[in-house]
């Protein structure tokens, strides 16, 4: 399974779990770590003390390298970032936004640096300040979504830049993974089918209501905040969407009407009021595994389909 991702990170399979707020903690991002991909750590909304706390938990359970995930959106960005830099964290991934303004320090640090793009202008603006390598995320995705979908955006990304490209969003199974590297990717980060594993600790009414999904269980809403979420329908969701048609609602109702969502699913379950992020892909899951079974599972069946394709 060596190719230039896995080489370039020092992984056994060239796949990164996603980096999801509340759920990717260091039992998940350990247990993907150990199974021969990178497991990320994500900081969300989190401020720094957490963030540390979980990568030290982390290097007590795999000596691997790992990743941590800044959501650039969160107002303790800066502090991570100075963060990472003093853990000397080895891969550093980024999302909701540009990370240039870190990238000196964290190159400095030798810290790697793979950005979240949703389009090729900001694939090439990353790649420009120093990024080894780009995660193409398509809006099949679940949690902030970006305008174009993986089947468009990964091969447009590829032509755009020199540095490798990851492909996220949609992929859940080896024919997915097939696909991506058809595509142009050299790697994969799979967030949804990792919610279900069974080192994930999210609330077992989360798990369920992604086992429990269907292909068009998802929907999109906060387009009107300028922020647009994938989840799945429930009755959050859904007064969500209609929030976004009331012309009587303002955008700082609708702001608040958002806040703690994710918590109330990840950590509580609470099944009306939480904000369960999901992709497309969770009409696809249908039963809780361990990391390593879905890792080598999935490369299996893609080997499988691509026979030897992998080489490169
Ligand atoms: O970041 C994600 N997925 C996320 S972040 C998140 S937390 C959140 N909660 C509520 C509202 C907003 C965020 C939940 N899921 N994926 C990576 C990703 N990054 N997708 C799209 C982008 C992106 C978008 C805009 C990257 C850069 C970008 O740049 C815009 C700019 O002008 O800075």
Redo the contacts with the bound molecule.
């Keep these: 399974m060596i190719n230039s991702i896995s080489s370039l990170f020092g992984i056994r399979y060239p796949i990164f779990q ?4 509340w759920v990717s903690d260091a039992s998940l991002a350990s247990a993907v770590s150990n199974a021969g991909g990178l497991g990320i750590i994500a900081s ?2 989190a401020p720094a003390d957490y963030v540390r706390a979980e990568i030290r938990k982390l290097r007590e359970k795999t000596d691997k390298p790992f990743g941590v ?1 800044i ?4 107002p303790h960005a800066d502090e991570i970032a100075r963060l990472v830099a003093e853990e000397r964290v080895p891969v550093v991934t ?5 990370p240039n303004k870190y990238m000196k320090e964290w190159l400095e640090a030798g810290i790697k640096v793979v ?5 090729t202008g ?1 694939a090439r603006m990353v790649e420009r300040a120093g990024a080894f390598a780009v ?1 193409a ?1 398509g809006g099949e ?6 305008e174009l979908n993986t089947m468009a955006l990964v091969p447009q990304v590829v032509d755009a830049v020199n540095i490798p490209v990851i492909a ?1 969003g949609g992929i859940g199974d080896g024919r997915g993974v097939a696909a991506a590297f058809m595509l142009g990717a050299k790697g994969v980060q799979l967030g949804t089918r990792f919610l279900v594993a069974k080192e994930c600790t999210i609330h077992q009414n989360y798990k369920n209501k992604v086992l429990g999904a269907k292909d068009i269980d998802t929907i999109v809403t ?1 387009r009107r ?1 300028g ?1 647009p ?1 994938r989840s799945l329908k429930n009755p959050f969701s859904r007064q969500f969407q209609k929030n976004e048609y009331d012309s009587t609602m303002t955008l700082k109702e609708m702001e608040a009407f ?1 806040v703690g969502a ?1 918590r109330r699913a990840a950590v509580e379950g609470d099944e009306k009021n939480g ?1 369960f ?1 999901a992709g497309q892909i969770s009409g696809m899951i249908n039963r809780e595994q361990t990391c390593e079974e879905i890792i080598t599972g999935i490369f299996e069946q893609a080997e499988r389909l691509l026979n030897g394709a992998f080489n490169g």
Excluded: D, K, Y
């Design positions: 996603g980096g999801m707020a969300g909304n995930n959501m650039l959106m969160s980024t999302g909701a936004g540009l950005p979240v793009v949703p389009s900001m995660i995320e995705s679940g949690g902030h979504v970006g996220a906060g905040l922020h979420v958002g994710l904000c992020m």
